[in-house]
């Protein structure tokens, strides 16, 4: 494989993302196969071609059908609303390409699980954007946990949280409905938040949960007089009871003022703790019950070169990664699961277990009972 | 009302705490009665005269009736192991003294419902050991709430945690009974919480919560292969449905490494965010959605006279109160409530809601099901 | 020896400290003489006598002479303004007492040399308010030096600062006259961070500095048009020269806004780093270049009982201790030095070469040239 | 012009760096030209061809006058060792290029003085890598200052360290050597802290300095008991006098345990005080002596949209730019600089006042003396 062509559909938040990491995920890696920007796609074709021309596409194109038609494609990226992500998803698979699709996978589970199944019976490799997983401060975490430098785990703890929708005036949008935006601060931000609590403690089983809206209704436009119903969750928390027995509490909020991009866990073990927070994303505190007492204290952890792939980007410690950074992580990953034909973390089985989750605190949330987490 | 003569029970970790705090509260305020420090009790006897003599009391003695019927003692403080706690109240209402209770008020709901009920009908003022809530950070929490520097409270979430029974090979002791210690990190951690957030965002209806006992047998003795059941639990976690509406989060552990007096929590409001945590207890942080969007952020408090009392303590800001002190604003609010013929606060009647919450997260933990809060 | 009895001049900030230091001494440590709280002074008589109720002292007086004369009086304290520190002491060493003095000694070097010469020269105990070299966190960076944990000394860095002159329109007072004053940040906070540096570092043998009135002039009053000159120095800071070779940065403000009790230093090792700052001033971090890379960092150690005197004040932890506090423990030093016949630390031998060393950086600063610090 | 062509000599640290960035800069900005990225240079040549192959370059050459001879090239990146620059420099500004410069510009300030002499005799434009500068938080720190939010600046102060000389064992390079490095820390970092005091402050105008060479020799390799003399200083320190009277104190480390990248400082104003870390460089912190004084407060502002050119990178808060985004905004100001036919910001002009300034140091750290900055 000497090469691969990518075919990206949007160009906002997430679209200029994946834009700058396939674009430098060779330099940073090496290892990987030659990128070929070759579509990008947004609507109207002028912007198609004004981003494809600022992002280096080859093309532009209003007609996503047709990006993922072109035979130069070997990739398709979706990072589109998600009301769509589904159609597009299948289309691409049905044309035989690989797919990265921003999360979540779509708007219900039912459909994450359609699409699923679609995927498993192709030969396409498939990841989720969930990135934050990618974080090297993260796969310290993992490895240390693995290790057994905090024992055995006992307690989970997580929240995330965001102030867009902190504001009771700020007008009303799609995002407030179902049919568009589908679960609330749990499909923008909560989901994050379970596929870090998956991957450092394992899957969830079950869990009872209590969702609110806190602004029930919202102006339709700015300043507006005229109030429409928020239809979605602000907040959500649940007591998650993980397979392998261990507890967890999770909350999540988008109307949390001051939250930028807050995504903070604990995992407490019997022998330590781990700490993190995404705001301080080069961070990770760890307390190890090992030494003289007159000598325990959590300890910061500055990302460095001794947490892969850190070293890839800067050879020096404390330098900070970025955002845009973890994407490029990302991409690689997707790479080389194509170049080692395996399964890229997280496909799209690892986060129908995240989805299943969030759709399950959403359900818990209205019932008020406890929702055991099912794939199947 | 020229002097009151105090009769304290216990010389341990809370026992020297009140005598401290016995000992400078005039010194401190000013503006309270002259404090006699009359009698101290422990077992043996001489235990507690050596006591009396280190702490300053008039003299010792190893039976606490006889404290409580010592017509010098105007105050009884009790600081004893929980599960005498209610016996000893009682004794010193019925002896009519005023009473200054360490938490919990009993090791049941019912008991402390006892306990409440004989001290409305005794002219006597009560306290019950909350201390956190004296913090001049968490007052000025409280005065910002309510000044509506945060807009209206939409969510609450709190942490309280220690490590001191977080070591899986840590003996057996008394604390693991139900007979004799009652609840687990509920009554010892949790009640603190419930009554930080009881004081920020106002009393608690109904709650669904998980208890769990992660250590689930201890060694008889340290280093014994003998092991028996721990019967309380270690970590316990709730989503709390508070009388205005507002849902919350709670969590609490006595096994969490690393936490050594770790009470965290964030009210979140619809125009901005305190945060707080009693590790940096001098520390309040606020967030506004004020200003320039360029300028916003969590603001840090340092505790100084402007938030008062500190002032009686330090005239200059940032040089920090301690724990010690908290227990000596406690008693000031005890003496002005003796002296103002008031309800002190916490009375037994404020405690009694936290304790009812506690049993609650307990009895959930247990059923599984969402449990109603009554005092009644 | 049964009991000593306190004389305290002064009933401001450090005279309330002072009292309440004296009031708990025996309650927290156990380990000394009763102390009897025989005189207060200050002026006038009423103000004296108020005062005296309120701290539990016997008496008051409006006379310092009639306090040094007391034979009740075993220890002078003396809180007055700086301007009388030297003559209060010379009378109570005079009258054979034992002297805990506030820093600084006296306004000029020359002047607290003198009054060494007499110190050394009775058979009195002494010491100086440097409360900051007894907080625990302190003690344990010293005991880690000590031990090796960071290697041998390379660097140290320390910088003092408060805001309360940081005001340029602050009304004219006393503290801005040589006269009456003397030094200005370096009198008032800097000789603090000294006490800090050579206790950590050791001895300072030159520096070189720079001296800087921010504000030269002030309003005579509050919001008059007429304005009076700034006599002394609003920052300084300086470039160390330690007996044992180590280099150092030193710098002081009383005009640095924000920064309410900021006392921060940095030392550097050839194995690792010890930073502090009494802003929070249960926190030690500590750095070591011990273990896997990836697991090194700075870890903070919170103060507990396994750093003494901690756990005279509170057996758990975490807990915190407060500014007040640390008076506590110096006023256990001297009266275990009394009691032992030995120097107290820091005596006034001690507190001599802090202030030899303050008087340097002013003269520096003048002056422009190196200056070598002699306390002959 | 529609298109720029680079050339890059060098594939480390700063070499990838500014590969990433060239790379990338299209994407993020969009205001800018098409980049050509046309020869890179490394020794030897296979090595060139394999970076080139990874970082999308035309070709790779082992030659660096080939690359500078290239008509494709406009712009000649330099990211060798120091010992080099100057000559490189030269080279391509004579074949008139733009010059893309990594600090420092040249071993001695005689050297520096002299490529500054050719570069504004000729048409190109020239930046220097002091890329901490172009932090959108530091931005904003500027913008702030300029804007009066923290009144009049009084004083300043900052530190930069890392530790990656601070093993005594580690081995002897040549770093160590005034032939091949010139100056010790402060050639590596010190630079960078007064690139941002003469940023945030103005120009320097004199200055007194240490200097120390805390491990005077090293192993000649690992673990060899042959050792060689270490020629530069580890440890530099400053009092610096500003152009506009302004006191400041610098201090700068390569043997700093702990510190990965440490470039802290605090400007303080007559109304506020900015502080700022690079090892968390996403954040700023602003106190302002405004509102009640019960809510004043170090405010820390997380960089986001509100801080350009952040958004260009990410349009939400606090999701972090990373060390490699500051690179990306350097090249967009020497690109947009050539495109508005300006001087960049910091031109060979303005880098050489720097530089001038820890020459300075250096010499003042030899012979004691007060040292007078001069670029002319």
Redo the contacts between chains.
């Keep these: 494989m000497n090469s691969l062509g990518v075919g990206l559909v949007g160009t906002?938040?997430m679209g200029?993302?994946h834009?700058?990491a396939y674009?430098?995920v060779?330099?940073?890696f090496?290892d990987v196969p030659d990128i070929r920007l070759e579509v990008l796609c947004d609507v109207p074709s002028d912007k198609a071609d004004s981003f494809a021309n600022?992002?280096?596409f080859a093309r532009g194109t209003a007609d996503w059908r047709d990006l993922v038609a072109d035979p130069n494609v070997d990739i398709v990226c979706i990072t589109t609303p998600n009301k769509v992500h589904k159609e597009m998803a299948l289309a691409a698979l049905a044309a035989g390409k690989h797919v990265h699709l921003e999360k979540p996978m779509a708007l219900t589970l039912e459909d994450a699980k359609a699409l699923l199944t679609v995927a498993e019976g192709s030969g396409a490799r498939t990841i989720v954007g969930y990135n934050y997983l990618h974080n090297p401060a993260i796969g310290?975490a993992r490895k240390?946990i693995a290790d057994g430098?905090?024992?055995r785990v006992?307690?989970f703890?997580g929240?995330v949280d965001?102030?867009?929708q902190?504001?009771?005036e700020l007008a009303w949008t799609w995002r407030a409905t179902k049919a568009d935006a589908g679960l609330g601060t749990l499909g923008d931000l909560g989901c994050h938040l379970i596929s870090l609590a998956a991957a450092l403690v394992g899957p969830i089983e079950s869990l009872?949960?209590?969702t609110?809206t806190?602004?029930a209704t919202r102006p339709v436009g700015e300043g507006s007089s005229e109030r429409r119903e928020v239809e979605n969750e602000?907040?959500a928390?649940?007591?998650l009871?993980f397979e392998n027995g261990v507890?967890g509490?999770v909350?999540t909020?988008r109307?949390?003022?001051?939250?930028?991009?807050?995504i903070g866990f604990?995992v407490?073990?019997?022998?330590?703790?781990i700490t993190f927070d995404?705001?301080?994303?080069?961070e990770l505190r760890?307390?190890?019950?090992r030494g003289?007492?007159?000598?325990?204290?959590?300890?910061?952890?500055?990302s460095?070169p001794?947490?892969p792939p850190y070293g890839q980007?800067?050879?020096?410690?404390?330098?900070?990664?970025?955002?845009?950074?973890l994407k490029v992580i990302e991409v690689h990953e997707l790479l080389r699961s194509i170049v080692e034909d395996r399964q890229a973390i997280p496909s799209f089985k690892d986060a129908l277990h995240f989805e299943a989750v969030i759709h399950a605190i959403a359900k818990s949330g209205e019932t008020?009972s406890?929702v055991q987490i099912s794939t199947l």
């Design positions: 906002g938040f200029k993302c834009a700058l674009g430098s060779k330099a940073v090496g600022q992002f280096g310290h240390l430098a905090i024992g006992v307690h703890r929240m965001e102030d867009y902190a504001d009771p009872v949960a209590e609110k806190v602004h602000d907040i928390s649940a007591l009871t507890h509490v909350s909020s109307s949390a003022w001051g939250r930028k991009s807050y604990e407490h073990g019997t022998e330590g703790m995404q705001e301080r994303m080069n760890l307390y190890q019950n003289p007492l007159a000598e325990q204290g959590f300890k910061t952890l500055l460095g001794a947490h980007f800067v050879p020096a410690a404390g330098h900070q990664l970025g955002f845009n950074d008020g406890r």
